[in-house]
């Protein structure tokens, strides 16, 4: 149905939808980045500090004239136009995020203008906030609201993303921007396996915003890795149970094809995947006997396994040939745009749909989603039908070396600009729009009583919304 208009919404169904899941996906990211290279060099750090250290290639860069509003707006709008999806097949938009404009009006509310002119006012969904885990709670509540009583036998669709920048220092180069636009619905090619999902939940002080008048987080660095860390113990012991509960035969990572994770940063992420390995020792030592040499760990606590250098070495090592395998084709827009936030972990799986589309059907996805605070969740997919259309139609590798390179300096003036302009009122932006790319919607003005407006560049259907 993705080559052509879609059929018109569908009588609700009596029984359960099968197979729901995405059916599209669509990612916007800035047409500016900055070399983490470069920015090595410019921060006076060592080489490899950002590049091997963080495990980062590029560094997306949002300039003044966008916001979290103008970055949706542009994604939703591009997911609608690309797969010609009528305006009222649309039941349900729910938007995660963390970027906050406004303290009381939803994103989603802005977006409803790119359905009012199609006479669409009937839309669940408004925006979910916690961290980076936003977008996952987006698209379990996308999947609930289609296999609930509630569904009217419409499309959903799901909006995860962010625009991450930091204060200058060591977390500077662990920002960058993306947001993802997924249509959930059944029949769908990329399935979400129902029963098999786990969640980790706990009141932690890792990273957090209490400054309403500035971008810039609090972070605790150590913390939130230990925290991320005992997530991810936490969710793939239980992820296990559940799978030998429902299909009667033992869980290792062997019965998996691929594995996403929020990527913060990808070292983190080269770091993490080890656990699964060190999970699957512990829970089933008979079927591992490639881990063997874990045992030399059995005498560290739970707590002195999140910071032992020695054991996190030895993770690596033995994970390095399957992460090559698992992981590696998930990193392509997370390790060019850097951390989107809530829309990372999707970012990730639209990169494993950009490298491995002709052979991804019959494969299983894990899906480790991470929001400080905290909230984490692993669940899996099953990809079901051909992704290729996806892929054609994203067409993130292209996309990607499109872009334009600004310098360090560069980079920091537009950060600077942002900070300076983040609480004005009764401001236009003053940066050109030539550095946009066509149909992108940009901030056109923030009135006196702090209303927002926007429009799009470079198109013949540019028209300004508020």
């Known amino acids: 149905w993705m080559e052509s208009t879609p059929p018109p919404p569908a009588a609700a169904m009596s029984t359960r939808p099968e197979d729901v899941g995405i059916l599209a996906m669509e990612v916007y990211f800035p047409s500016t980045y900055v070399s983490q290279a470069e920015l090595e060099e410019f921060d006076n750090v060592s080489k490899g500090k950002y590049t091997i250290g963080l495990g980062q290639a590029n560094m997306a860069v949002c300039g003044e004239r966008e916001d979290i509003n103008s970055a949706c707006l542009t994604a939703v709008s591009q997911l609608m136009e690309k797969y010609n999806i009528p305006y009222d097949a649309i039941g349900r938009l729910e938007v995660g995020t963390e970027t906050i404009v406004d303290k009381s009006k939803a994103v989603k509310t802005t977006l409803m203008q790119l359905f009012e002119g199609h006479g669409n006012h009937d839309i ?54 993306g947001v993802v636009a997924m249509l959930i619905g059944p029949k769908a090619p990329i399935v979400v396996e ?79 995947f080890g656990r699964y390995l060190l999970q699957d020792h512990v829970r089933h030592p008979e079927l591992c006997g490639q881990l063997a040499t874990l045992e030399a760990f059995k005498g560290l606590s739970p707590e002195e396994s999140y910071t032992s250098k020695e054991l996190s070495d030895a993770l690596m090592k033995l994970s390095r040939s399957t992460y090559e395998k698992m ?140």
Request: proline share 4%; glycine share 6%.
């Open 327 to 466: 992981v590696s084709p998930s990193e392509l827009i997370t390790k060019e745009c850097g951390n989107s936030y809530c829309g990372s972990l999707y970012a990730g799986l639209l990169s494993l749909v950009a490298n491995k589309a002709d052979d991804l059907t019959g494969k299983r996805v894990m899906m480790f989603s991470y929001g400080s605070g905290l909230a984490a969740t692993l669940f899996s997919l099953k990809i079901k039908g051909d992704v290729r259309t996806i892929r054609d139609k994203t067409r993130v590798k292209q996309r990607l070396a499109a872009r334009t390179r600004v310098s360090p300096q560069e980079f920091t003036e537009m950060l600077d600009q942002r900070e300076e302009s983040y609480t004005l009122f009764n401001y236009e932006p003053k940066a050109p729009l030539s550095s946009l790319w066509k149909g992108t919607y940009h901030l056109t003005k923030v009135d006196h009583l702090s209303r927002r407006f926007y429009a799009r560049a470079f198109s013949t259907m540019a028209r300004m919304i508020r």
């Open 124 to 177: 669940e969904g408004i925006d979910t906030k916690n961290a980076c885990y936003g977008g996952t709670a987006a698209v379990l509540n996308s999947l609930a609201w289609v296999e609930s009583s509630a569904w009217d036998g419409r499309y959903a669709i799901a909006v995860a993303g962010d625009i991450a920048v930091y204060e200058k220092g060591p977390a500077r180069p662990t920002g960058g921007a």
């Open 194 to 272: 129902p029963g098999l999902r786990t969640t980790y939940m706990q009141d932690v002080w890792d990273f957090y915003k209490p400054t309403m008048i500035s971008e810039y987080p609090k972070v605790d660095g150590h913390l939130s890795n230990a925290c991320y860390l005992r997530s991810i113990d936490n969710c793939y012991s239980r992820y296990g149970s559940k799978f030998e509960k429902k299909f009667n035969r033992p869980w290792t990572l062997q019965s998996a094809d691929y594995a996403v994770f929020h990527a913060p940063y990808n070292k983190l992420v080269q770091k993490s």
